[in-house]
């Protein structure tokens, strides 16, 4: 059904009706109930938008505990009462995704890859849609190999692209590949780099992200199960995705910006580099140096959030 709308006519109605979170599946509006299976949650059992109604930031990131930490963590930074520790995992009716609600903040876990981060996306999307929402930002916070990268430098991607340098993502639907382009807002990219700035010793680049299909072969490691490649191919490689401008690499990227990008969504992908993968493969800093990386995106996305809503010291 949708959406009762008080007091709106001609273009402020229009302009209402675009701010709004949109799908692009015209079979959904005939569906008595969508059962959002991997979230454990329904229309017809919950009240999505009295639940959901008022977020306007979703932040995703592979980890769950990671995005239990951080919905934690912008708990402490917007102030909020309440015990950030008890922060409760919405659905804990399904053992795929954790969701934690802080505020106007949604803190979701999207486990590893395009195809798991892909379903999340498909309900995630749904949802806001259902609930109302209107004006989201979408933010993907995470861990890569940073190319020709310092470690613990933040990348804000501007385009996402694929093994071939391309910025676009293929999804095969019936038999047929669909392209369809992986720009991300410039806007929000540009309003990160300067909150980056705004930091205290957090070294933070624009650039592009390559998204591969794996974590080894995928992304020219030499130290997987399977090897069909010399050290000097795979600098070679890496040396051809610098030129083209791709400062790192990670698993979600594509499909990522590409569902954001054709429901009109704004999104940003902020990702820490854990190594420079000219120099390796494997990642050997501390455990304690790897947790203060990890911290460092969301610190940034806190920090932008925080500015949005006029919180900001």
């Known amino acids: 059904m949708a959406p009762i709308l008080l007091n709106c006519t001609g273009s402020d109605h229009q302009e209402y009706i675009k701010q709004q979170v949109q799908v692009k599946n015209p079979y959904l509006d005939t569906m008595e109930e969508d059962i959002l299976y991997h979230f454990s949650l329904s229309t017809k059992t919950h009240n999505l938008p009295e639940m959901f109604g008022d977020i306007k930031f979703v932040c995703v990131g592979g980890s769950a ?3 239990k930490s951080f919905a934690q963590f912008i708990h ?42 892909s379903i999340m996306l498909h309900e995630l999307i749904k949802l806001l849609h259902h609930a ?48 369809r382009s992986t720009e991300l807002d410039e806007g929000v990219a540009g309003e990160l780099l300067q909150c980056s700035s705004e930091l205290q010793n ?23 199960a399977l090897c069909s490649f010399s050290h000097e191919e795979k600098l070679e490689y890496l040396r051809k995705a610098y030129e083209a401008g791709v400062r790192n690499i990670e698993m979600e990227s594509t499909v990522f910006a590409a569902m954001c990008r054709v429901c009109g969504l704004k999104a940003a992908v902020i990702c820490v580099a854990l190594l420079n993968r000219f120099e390796g493969d494997q990642i050997t800093s501390p455990h304690d140096v790897l947790v203060e990386y ?11 959030i925080k500015k949005r809503l006029g919180l900001a010291a």
């Open 65 to 67: 505990n990671r995005m």
């Open 132 to 179: 109302q929402c209107r004006d989201v930002v979408l933010f993907r916070l995470g861990t890569s190999g940073g190319v020709g990268l310092a470690p613990g430098t933040v990348v804000i991607t501007d385009k996402a692209v694929d093994y071939s340098f391309r910025p676009q993502f293929e999804q095969v639907v019936l038999g047929k590949v669909i392209t």
């Open 294 to 304: 990890q911290q460092r995106p969301q610190v940034l996305v806190s920090h932008f």
């Open 76 to 117: 402490q930074e917007l102030k909020l009462p309440g015990n950030p520790e008890e922060v409760r995992d919405i659905c804990e009716g399904t053992d795929r995704y954790c969701m934690y609600k802080v505020g106007p903040v949604l803190s979701i876990s999207h486990g590893m890859g395009v195809p798991s981060i």
């Open 202 to 224: 957090f070294p933070t680049v624009i650039g592009k992200t390559m998204c591969t299909h794996d974590f080894y072969e995928g992304q020219g490691r030499l130290d997987g």
